[in-house]
């Protein structure tokens, strides 16, 4: 009896989602629309489609013409029914971002700010910053879903410390301590994970991905089936700590030496620019000598490393973080040092592509796992 009532109710849950999603992703639909595409009976359309109204989740104000006779009431999806936050916490700024049930940024904040998680003053900072995103969205409390609090840094099993953030002084923190001055649910979220499942989330071609963030440290996030892959130990797509340089590398963040982080990290390039990524890029275009040689090197050990992702995991291979913004000029280039490794002929242009979000990736991320939470359990 029991199996029995359990089995009904996870069918109407998965009536109720189905329903959701139809008109989520048809945008607007009319009750025939959904009764003859979806094959359910009439009365538990009605039910579900009063709860999701009940919900704030559609509108019935609409109308769709019917030259046959009287015009049908349009179900539509509210996208801003509901949102997300999510906030970036990098070396020199705090970004925040509110996103809507599309996924898309409804609201942004950028502030320059110098990390110091044992500033109080900057601890303020990232609440301000998030509570400004939420006003200026119009986001009321219950709509809220939660904020993703992206760090870079690996995260315990339950999400509630830092585990290991030495790129930046996290120092095994505590969520509470870094969420100090947010008021409402929040999680911690590993940036490269973030910013790697937004590129994924609103591609459905990039279902199994690597990103590869190239920013002030090299991280990765791994994508299977739309899921990332952490790994056992939530070490998965750590593709920073490879060891490329076999002797005399460059000594790591970690501790050791020749690891990919030490030779693609964003600074190899901004440092020739005092620290600027974007005017590293403009000497490029402008034929700087050094320049040249500077991303030359670069390129030996980035397209070696898209090189033995590709050989590792035969899917897509993404380029983001502060550099994979700006290589989208040099793709060819790219493709044609990574097709000259490659023994099985596959072409890289076919499956190598540049990262869609340029500075908000891993913010807009964090935001999307509570995105997701809340339309798995519609």
């Not at 019935?60 to 019917?66: A, L, Q």
Request: charged share 30%; glycine share 10%; proline share 1%.
């Amino acid at each position: 009896m029991s199996a029995d009532k359990i089995g009904a109710k996870e069918i109407k849950t998965k009536n109720r989602r189905s329903i959701y999603n139809y008109i989520r992703e048809h945008g607007s639909a009319s009750k025939q629309d959904i009764v003859v595409d979806m094959q359910l009976s009439l009365p538990t359309i009605t039910t579900n489609l009063d709860y999701l109204k009940k919900q704030g989740l559609i509108d019935t104000s609409g109308k769709i013409k019917n030259t046959g006779g009287r015009n049908a009431t349009a179900f539509t999806y509210v996208k801003n029914a509901r949102a997300a936050i999510g906030v970036d916490i990098t070396a020199n700024h705090i970004t925040a971002v509110a996103v809507d049930l599309s996924g898309d940024i409804v609201s942004m904040d950028r502030q320059r700010i110098a990390f110091d998680l044992e500033e109080d003053a900057y601890l303020r900072k990232i609440g301000e910053v998030t509570e400004s995103v939420k006003n200026d969205a119009g986001i009321r409390d219950e709509e809220l879903l939660g904020v993703g609090i992206s760090v870079q840094c690996l995260i315990s099993d339950d999400g509630e410390r830092i585990t290991y953030g030495t790129a930046l002084n996290f120092a095994k923190k505590k969520r509470e301590e870094i969420a100090a001055y947010i008021p409402y649910r929040n999680r911690l979220v590993h940036d490269s994970y973030a910013a790697g499942y937004r590129e994924t989330w609103t591609n459905r071609e990039l279902q199994n991905a690597f990103y590869i963030s190239l920013s002030n440290s090299v991280g990765g996030s791994v994508i299977i089936d739309d899921a990332i892959y952490e790994g056992n130990t939530h070490k998965g797509g750590e593709i920073g700590h490879m060891a490329v340089v076999q002797e005399g590398g460059e000594l790591c963040y970690c501790g050791k030496r020749g690891c990919f982080d030490t030779v693609c990290r964003a600074g190899k390039l901004a440092d020739y620019a005092d620290g600027n990524v974007e005017a590293f890029f403009k000497a490029l275009e402008e034929g700087d000598v050094t320049a040249k040689r500077l991303w030359d090197e670069y390129l030996g050990h980035l397209t070696a490393a898209i090189h033995n992702v590709r050989m590792l995991f035969d899917g897509r291979v993404i380029l983001g973080g502060y550099v994979g913004a700006y290589v989208g000029r040099y793709m060819e280039e790219i493709c044609r040092r990574v097709d000259e490794r490659n023994p099985f002929g596959d072409r890289a242009r076919d499956y190598l592509v540049e990262c869609r979000y340029k500075v908000e990736a891993s913010a807009a991320g964090a935001a999307l796992f509570y995105i997701d939470e809340f339309l798995d359990n519609i």
